[in-house]
């Protein structure tokens, strides 16, 4: 005969598609009653009254609690949290602390944190991330990916991630692609409309994205920057002094002279430079040859004067050839190293995406578990 222990057990097994919790743990089960004649009915709790995964978890809940022997039929009664709930819920997501804190500064915290930099637009700097957070997360990381091109976003067309996060009163819960959590100025913005902002209003926006979203417990966090090194620059600077940058650049002498500044803020930020990565290096054409269409040669000068200029080794992490399925992919939403991962292309960005996610982080702001005398 089933019980409504064994009930519980198989709801545990639920995981809520926004928070990546069991339903059980976030307080989302309100009740379960069994009948004699194996009917069960179950209290859910939605964290808000337009939550766009009700579908999803009522049927998630229906099928865990019909695969208990014994259980005849499931009837699912919803409700939604009341304010006490959501404010224990948030503090829970928190770590118990009732208000936003960045996650990523807390003293333990593993995350690695790569910002991806350019010296200028258009070096594809938005399709590097997309495809390196994808490959990341294939690979069984929890990957996040916050945009702060606050002007020229495109992460959430690139990852394919509609509408916008969930609101849980102050709390935001980000939208998931491709298994990867996204954050962009895009998904709060109607379509064609600009972001007309000046510098408090950036360093405001980045820190609420850090502060307010429930990224949960990431292994990966990836920051696509907008070019230059402005206002957001700086505000990622301070407001992640632990972020490591990856610089993106093109063959062109040109592009690689301006990437170079991208680079060379660590200077003032005390900030480390992972390597650098040069993107549209060539076009392989039907013979097999390589045709180089903006030049040779800038990832590596930009390598070799971040080394000299920082004092420590900043490598020239891969080349990236030009091909139309890296396009054709990022303009559907779907990352070229999920649709065709055997692409040149491809892989060299899941190279990439491997050298960085086996990197493990420095010592800075984590406890050594030693008390002074």
């Not at 602390?97 to 990523?104: A, G, L, S, T």
């Not at 976003?153 to 959590?181: C, H, Y």
């Not at 913005?189 to 609420?208: C, K």
């Amino acid at each position: 005969m089933p019980t409504v222990e064994l009930i519980q057990t198989a709801l545990s097994k639920v995981i809520d598609p926004e928070i990546r919790r069991p339903i059980t743990e976030i307080g989302m089960v309100r009740s379960v009653d069994l009948a004699d004649d194996g009917v069960a009915t179950i209290g859910i709790d939605l964290t808000t009254e337009g939550c766009p995964m009700k579908a999803r978890i009522t049927d998630d809940v229906s099928a865990a609690t019909a695969s208990v022997d014994g259980v005849t039929d499931v009837k699912i009664e919803l409700g939604v949290m009341s304010e006490e709930q959501r404010l224990g819920l948030r503090s829970m997501l928190r770590g118990g602390k009732p208000e936003p804190i960045i996650q990523f500064t807390q003293p333990g915290n593993m995350t690695r944190i790569y910002a991806i930099a350019s010296g200028k637009g258009g070096v594809g700097k938005s399709t590097v991330t997309a495809n390196l957070a994808a490959a990341m997360a294939a690979d069984g990381l929890k990957v996040g990916v916050l945009d702060a091109d606050i002007f020229g976003f495109s992460i959430p067309g690139m990852l394919g991630v509609e509408g916008q996060p969930t609101r849980l009163d102050d709390m935001l819960l980000p939208p998931i692609a491709n298994e990867v959590k996204a954050v962009s100025i895009g998904m709060f913005v109607p379509p064609g409309q600009p972001v007309v902002w000046r510098g408090p209003m950036l360093h405001r926006a980045i820190e609420q994205f850090l502060a307010d979203v429930y990224w949960g417990d990431l292994d990966v966090l990836l920051l696509d920057l907008p070019p230059g090194t402005g206002d957001i620059a700086i505000s990622v600077a301070q407001l992640l002094p632990h972020a490591e940058l990856v610089v993106v650049t093109t063959p062109q002498s040109a592009a690689a002279d301006v990437a170079e500044r991208a680079g060379s803020i660590a200077t003032q930020t005390s900030q480390n430079v992972v390597g650098v990565i040069e993107n549209m290096s060539w076009l392989e054409q039907e013979d097999g040859s390589r045709l180089e269409i903006f030049g040779s040669g800038g990832g590596q000068i930009v390598s070799d004067r971040l080394t000299k200029l920082l004092g420590t080794s900043v490598p020239l992490m891969a080349q990236i050839p030009l091909d139309i399925e890296t396009r054709e992919a990022s303009d559907a939403g779907t990352p070229v190293v999920l649709t065709h991962p055997e692409s040149p292309a491809a892989q060299a960005m899941l190279a990439i995406a491997r050298t960085l996610a086996s990197r493990q982080r420095g010592l800075a702001g984590r406890s050594l578990g030693v008390t002074p005398k």
